[in-house]
Each structure stands twice: as C-alpha cells, then as structure tokens.
C-alpha cells in the first residue's frame, strides 16, 4: 500500500530553520514526482516545492524561493524540505504529495492524482 509520511515540523521562532521529511513506504519514489503543499488556517492549499523523479528540476512558489530547498535521496525513498528564515506566514499544515502524472511544468494539477501524506504542522511564533 503506498503510504506517505511526514515529518519534521514544530514549533520554531521568526529566523529559524527546520528540515521537513517524506518519507516513502510500500512504493519507491524514484518514478514520482512530488511536491510540497501547504494549508494555513483559514486559508486554501497551495503549492510551495516540486522536484522530479530525478531531482534534476525544481520550483518554488514565489512566497519561499530563496528560503526553502526540495531535495531528494530515492536510495532512502525520501524527500526534504529545508526551510530556512522562516515567517510567521510560513505557519502552516504541509503536505507531501506523489504523482506519476504531472511534471514540475505543469501549473494546474489535480489533487485528486496525488497520493497524500498525514501532513505535519509547522508554528513560526516568537
């Protein structure tokens, strides 16, 4: 069964870091493209990371780049997330998601088509 697993978050003040993980189990990863999503309170899910199957392509959303790095070891079926500098407005619920059917490239994707983690929730307050 393919599961996803999210780890990492907490609780962390304005300017500080933390590394998120997802981690793989009962599918390798090495052909999904996977992406990092967010959900605030209140707010609607958005797309903040993407890598590909390869690690060769990535993207971020605008609100991140410069801050955040995806990264991926397919060895230990696992993807990152650093977050570095991080704002209150970064507070939210984060989702890894796998797909085989989208690329980075594309801008309008189903939710439907990813397999989901659990999310792990990430608190930037002084």
């Known amino acids: 069964q393919l599961q996803l697993v999210e780890s990492g978050g907490g609780l962390v003040q304005p300017g500080g870091s933390l590394t998120l993980s997802c981690a793989a189990s009962?599918?390798?990863?090495?052909?999904?493209?996977i992406r990092w999503f967010r959900q605030a309170p209140g707010k609607e899910r958005e797309g903040v990371s993407c890598i590909s199957s390869s690690g060769g392509s990535t993207n971020y959303a605008d609100s991140v780049k410069g801050r955040f790095t995806i990264s991926r070891d397919n060895a230990k079926n696992t993807v990152y997330l650093q977050m570095n500098s991080l704002k209150p407005e970064d507070t939210a619920v984060y989702y890894c998601?796998?797909?085989?059917?989208?690329?980075?490239?594309?801008?309008?994707?189903?939710?439907?088509?990813?397999?989901w983690g659990q999310g792990t929730r990430v608190t930037v307050s002084s």
């Open positions: 009962g599918f390798t990863l090495d052909d999904y493209t």
């Open positions: 998601a796998a797909t085989t059917i989208y690329r980075c490239s594309d801008r309008v994707t189903l939710y439907s088509n990813y397999s």
